[in-house]
T-cell receptor, first 116, second 118 residues
Framework: AQKITQTQPGMFVQEKEAVTLDCTYD???????LFWYKQPSSGEMIFLIY??????QNATEGRYSLNFQKARKSANLVISASQLGDSAMYFC?????????????FGSGTKLNVKP | EAGVAQSPRYKIIEKRQSVAFWCNPI?????LYWYQQILGQGPKLLIQ????????DSQLPKDRFSAERLKGVDSTLKIQPAKLEDSAVYLC????????????????FGPGTRLTVT
């Protein structure tokens, strides 16, 4: 089974509107973490937001928020007030394991295009 | 603080040749990761080091790929001999692996090395 599933290969959003990028995960570890990264065409991976499995509240970082639904094993990224500079690939990732050893899995990504 | 450094940024080789990539993680980061990212796909973990020991190399094609992290700092990834399907971006990342200091296990990525095998 896929550890991380991103079902939207591509998304379009109008500038200044909000957009949700979907991510579902599969793990039996009680302790895990979920990450979202942005990868512009230049290629660097930029960390956006993190949610720990024990965190009670949904994570927020500026215009980014993570809609964490533990029972559904989903961790959707919400970008509010989209900007042209948000056009990029977005990857959902999961860490599972312990402090001494943890493993990361990445999804296949969603290409977001922000239209002016 | 300085970020993760990688070199070279680009490399073009012919199939069956060998190639090596270098990574210098952020100072103090105990864990180092090498990922392969084929165009249009997400990164795939090849190998993970904790200090200078390998903790996971289950997806490393060991017949042609090798990696080392001497002295627990910088690392090299080698491919010998290269195949056409090795064309990809090779990303190096490092992390503190410590709870309580910012985002737990957050990975910091280098700029990557884009390998083209012809």
């Amino acid at each position: 089974a896929q550890k991380i599933t991103q079902t939207q290969p591509g998304m379009f959003v109008q500038e200044k509107e909000a957009v949700t990028l979907d991510c579902t995960y599969d793990t039996s570890d009680p302790s895990y973490g979920l990450f979202w990264y942005k990868q512009p065409s230049s290629g660097e991976m930029i960390f956006l937001i993190y949610q720990g499995s024990y965190d009670q509240q949904n994570a927020t970082e500026g215009r980014y928020s993570l809609n964490f639904q533990k029972a559904r094993k989903s961790a959707n990224l919400v970008i509010s007030a989209s900007q042209l500079g948000d056009s990029a690939m977005y990857f959902c990732a999961m860490r599972e394991g312990s402090e001494n050893f943890n493993k990361f899995y990445f999804g296949s990504g969603t290409k977001l295009n922000v239209k002016p | 603080e300085a970020g993760v450094a990688q070199s070279p940024r680009y490399k073009i080789i012919e199939k069956r040749q060998s190639v090596a990539f270098w990574c210098n993680p952020i100072s103090g980061h105990a864990t180092l990761y090498w990922y392969q990212q084929i165009l249009g796909q997400g990164p795939k973990l090849l190998i993970q080091f904790q200090n200078n020991g390998v903790v996971d190399d289950s997806q490393l094609p060991k017949d042609r790929f090798s990696a080392e992290r001497l002295k627990g700092v910088d690392s090299t990834l080698k491919i010998q001999p290269a195949k056409l399907e090795d064309s990809a971006v090779y990303l190096c990342a490092s992390s503190l692996n410590r709870l309580g200091a910012g985002v737990a296990y957050e990975q910091y990525f280098g700029p990557g090395t884009r390998l083209t095998v012809t």
